[in-house]
């Protein structure tokens, strides 16, 4: 039921028109105009509502505000309307119908207008939202951490986000009608890029590390990604670009790689050869001083040793675990773990204690580090004989495993580096078993708690449950 205002002159006339439409609508009789669904004016009072039907239909369009003019055979009053083809649009009158009005006539009008307007609705109602959501992309993308760009099907570009400007030093305005040919650095061959457009032109996704150029000429590596923009039909309308600068993470990787050599191969080698060395000068003197400088020169260097070992252990553990992306049963982790060292100390004792009544399912990336833990205190252990209680608790969307032994505890020091998660100069761990712990077990989100004293050390590991 829609509201119809009646402007007609002379309140006989309006109240019999009201009673009228009042079978399918709801009928206005005010002489003060209203923003209504539709109106009914006659030709002797359009004059005085044209002013405010106007305004109204160009405030509501696109909406349609339909006007029904009612003329009268044989009235003096006449109303000039412009050509429907040269009227400015919105049109004031959509129908013209004549007194005395056919009842049935004038509904199937009144109904086919308010089609029209309804449908209109519906039509502004869904650009509203498309203007929403295309407000929120906007709005997203210019926030983006990472730069993106638009282009046409020609590889103009025609927007860049903030991030892009920061990390090219192009401006929207220097980028926007160029190509992004200006971030081409000479690293990568011709064939490259024709490998990369052919393959968007064809409907799929790129992605590649690239060395690029910002506007200063400073190199820098980027790990790029380009999909093409489709429309409904799989059409490409363009294509985007969402590029994340990875030049720091290259060059850790790179001074990584070579501490690893030196710590592998160097060391080794050296410290193989100090050790093969002390045992011949052991043979050749007599002096038990000079026989215990050795055996510390040997001791110390098979510290060494033992370190580049773990280092290297450690490092292969952390590329094999975070590459899977596989998941463990929390407790049939914990007594794999167990069962696996108690055969090797056979002289521990292993208590493992569970609340939980449901099984917790977490990442297998967490195995590795709760193996290190619970070893460490059986390792670490002066006790006559080492002990170690492990209790798991299950929370709402986390568990915690508790880590108990009877050993000396974590040093201070030790405690200190790993909760702070920050190595300084005068304050650093001795090894790495408990940074591996809590590599592992940060990258799944977790979080470790280190509590000691003379009773021994307390090691409490909560992580995300799936």
């Given amino acids: 039921m829609a509201d119809v205002q009646l402007l007609l002159a002379g309140d006989g006339n309006r109240e019999a028109l009201a009673s009228v439409v009042a079978e399918h609508h709801t009928p206005i009789t005010d002489d003060e105009f209203r923003e209504v669904d539709l109106h009914i004016v006659d030709e002797s009072s359009f004059p005085k509502y044209r002013e405010s039907i106007e305004q109204y239909k160009h405030r509501a369009d696109p909406v349609f505000c339909p006007v029904i003019l009612v003329r009268r055979e044989g009235t003096p009053v006449r109303i000039d309307l412009p050509d429907i083809d040269a009227a400015e649009q919105p049109l004031v009158v959509d129908d013209i ?3 005395p009005l056919d009842t049935q006539a004038l509904f199937r009008t009144i109904a086919n207008l308010l089609a029209r307007r309804s449908h209109t609705e519906d039509l502004v109602a ?3 939202e498309q203007n929403s959501e295309l407000r929120r992309f906007r709005n997203a993308v210019e926030h983006a951490g990472h730069a993106i760009l638009i282009t046409n099907t020609y590889g103009v570009i025609e927007y860049v986000n903030p991030a892009f400007e920061e990390l090219t030093g192009f401006s929207a305005e220097e980028a926007i009608g160029r190509t992004p040919r200006i971030l081409k650095s000479g690293e990568q061959s011709e064939q490259f890029y024709e490998r990369l457009w052919d393959t968007i032109c064809r409907g799929e996704v790129w992605t590649s590390e690239i060395v690029n150029e910002r506007k200063s000429g400073e190199r820098f590596i980027i790990n790029q990604t380009i999909a093409p923009i489709q429309d409904a039909d799989g059409t490409i309308q363009g294509f985007v670009g ?3 600068e990875i030049t720091g993470r290259r060059l850790r990787e790179q ?3 070579v501490f690893h050599r030196i710590l592998r191969h160097n060391l080794r080698n050296n410290g193989t050869t100090i050790s093969g060395r002390a045992d011949i000068l052991a043979e050749l003197v007599d002096d ?5 400088h050795l055996e510390t020169i040997k001791a110390n260097v098979q510290s060494l040793l033992d370190i580049s070992e773990k280092a290297h252990h450690v490092q292969e553990l952390l590329a094999d675990s975070l590459t899977d992306d596989v998941e463990r049963e929390l407790e049939d982790a914990l007594s794999d773990i167990t069962d696996g ?19 917790s399912t977490i990442d297998a990336k967490v195995v590795p580090a ?3 833990l619970i070893e ?4 670490h252990s002066d006790a006559s004989a080492p002990r170690v209680t492990v209790r798991t608790e299950r929370h709402d969307s986390t568990a915690t495993v508790t880590i108990v032994d009877n050993g000396p505890g974590v040093p201070d020091q030790e405690r200190r580096v790993i909760e702070a998660a920050e190595e300084k100069p005068l304050e650093h761990g001795s090894g790495l078993g408990l940074w591996f712990a809590y590599w592992l077990v940060s990258y799944v989100g977790g979080d470790i708690d280190i509590r000691a004293d003379t009773d021994g050390t307390s090691v409490s590991v909560t992580v995300p449950v799936r």
């Avoid at 038990?288 to 215990?292: C, E, N, P, Y």
């Avoid at 460490?376 to 390792?379: D, L, S």
């Fill in 288 to 292: 038990d001083d000079a026989l215990d």
């Fill in 242 to 244: 969402m590029q994340d």
């Fill in 341 to 359: 060292l108690a055969a090797a100390y056979p002289d521990a004792e292993f208590v493992v204690e569970s609340d939980s009544v449901s099984s």
């Fill in 370 to 372: 709760l193996q290190e």
């Fill in 126 to 128: 869904d650009l509203r």
């Fill in 376 to 379: 460490n205190g059986i390792k």
């Fill in 97 to 99: 119908m004549t007194a």
């Fill in 255 to 257: 001074q990584l790689t």
